[in-house]
Nanobody, 124 residues
Framework: QVQLVESGGGLVQAGGSLRLSCAASGGTLSIYAVGWFRQAPGKERDFVAAISRSGGSTNYADSVKGRFTISRDNGKNTVLLQMNSLQFEDTAVYFC?????????????????WGQGTQVTVSS
């Protein structure tokens, strides 16, 4: 079973950018679709973006369309989330998750493997 580790979170001013990375070990990430989710304190875990096995299909939450870009490098067993024009409302713990079904689901329950998360804080 693949293990996922997120990195790249931090503190950034509104309007700034961050790039999150999801690195896999113990397995080949290319057989999974990968999604990013986020959870703010006291709120549910929300879908952010997802990418298919080959990278040919992506899915984004309306709130991040045009600002965030998901991509993958299967040779490096890594999925990236480039976040631009960050807003205070983007503050959350960001998680990556993988599903063997290969579909760019937006529902957390469709994903079998989860990382521990990385904190993103946007100051206004």
């Amino acid at each position: 079973q693949v293990q996922l580790v997120e990195s790249g979170g931090g503190l950034v001013q509104a309007g700034g950018s961050l790039r999150l990375s999801c690195a896999a070990s113990g397995g080949t990430l290319s057989i999974y679709a990968v999604g990013w989710f986020r959870q703010a304190p006291g709120k549910e875990r929300d879908f952010v973006a997802a990418i298919s096995r080959s990278g040919g299909s992506t899915n984004y939450a309306d709130s991040v369309k045009g600002r965030f870009t998901i991509s993958r490098d299967n040779g490096k067993n890594t999925v990236l989330l480039q976040m631009n024009s960050l807003q205070f409302e983007d503050t959350a713990v960001y998680f990556c998750a993988a599903n063997r079904g290969g579909v760019v689901w937006s529902t957390p329950g469709r994903y079998e493997n989860w990382g521990q998360g990385t904190q993103v804080t946007v100051s206004s």
